[in-house]
């Protein structure tokens, strides 16, 4: 019986060459290694990715970088260096795919453009990630996580009555990302079929104004746009967290018989059930903070663990409020052996498994690595004896 560990990934085999920096296309092509793809990282040399220099907080290394960019090869090469371009007609003319986020422009300057690209390697896969897209208006505009979080009006309802907040992760650049990973995979099974390849165009706007579908329809036509409430929702109450004697707990409630079971064994309470002002959840929106008065003042008298048994006895969805030191921890992660080791150079650091789980294949989960760490292999192997 084939060991579990030695059974073949989707993606070995396949060559990704990436010319990339900070989170959007390094997320990307992670996720491509961790499938078993071979991805050599294109760096500057002397500098590489600038996400390497974000902070020191993992061992000395960038807490972005490590996330996105273990099971990868670094190859330190200065591609505005003439000796640079035969290196990379070497690597391209071998790879299944190209994924480069570098400055608007850039790849088209060193002459990586998809139509310059098509004729010389018809089977190579191009996937391009910006802020923008790669036509319009916009092309050539700078983009980062929090303009792009600004352009698509996500700031606009994220945050509370008095300002606005942007969310506490790089959600454009993993939104991309996500769409580019995703792209590469349906380019690879079209060239199975076609035995040609394909050009990528993801825009950070248009990956994340695709996840704002319900803001924007809830303003269809010029209706109001939802309002910025925190941790609670626009359109559902009860929906966030409560004070309990002890912190806070999170709940939501979907539909009326929840919130009749709710009344009946959580508050215990039966009449606030039958109050016209929370007879619908419309009117529970609208009346939200006479309402949560009523349910603080019960949770009051409760713990945090008394809060959640009685949540749980009703079926009603909860969690814990969670700091990052509890989600290193988090007993569901544990339970479900989550955590690997990797290393970068002679340090081992946990990671996470991807959240897809499949049976026929463990995940690559490969390294970290040193910048240019693999640039004297890699020569070697493409015919290339001496750097550049």
Known sequence: MTNHTERKRPLDGITVISLEHAIAAPFCTRQLADLGARVIKVERPGVGDFARNYDERVDGM????????RGKESLALDLKSPEAQPVLDKL?????VLVQNLAPGASIRLGLGYEELHEKYPQLIVCDISGYGMSGPYEKKKAYDLLIQSESGLLSVTGNDNEMAKVGVSIADICAGMYGYSSILVAL???DQTGEGSHIDVSMLESLVEWMGFPLYYTYEGAAAPTRNGDSHATIYPYGSFATANGSVMFGLQNEREWQIFCEKVLQDSDVALDERYSKNSLRVQNRDALKSIIEE????????????????????????NEMSDVWTHPQLQARNRWR???SGENELPAMLPPAVNNQFEYAMGDVPALGEHTRAILHEFGFDKTS
């Open 62 to 69: 960038s807490s972005h970088f490590v996330w996105v960019n």
């Open 189 to 191: 099974r079209l060239r």
């Open 298 to 321: 019960n949770f009051a008298k409760l713990t945090k663990a008394e809060v959640i048994q009685l949540l749980d006895a009703a079926q009603i969805a909860n969690a814990q409020v």
């Open 92 to 96: 391209l003319s071998e790879a299944d």
């Open 341 to 343: 080791t990797i290393k």
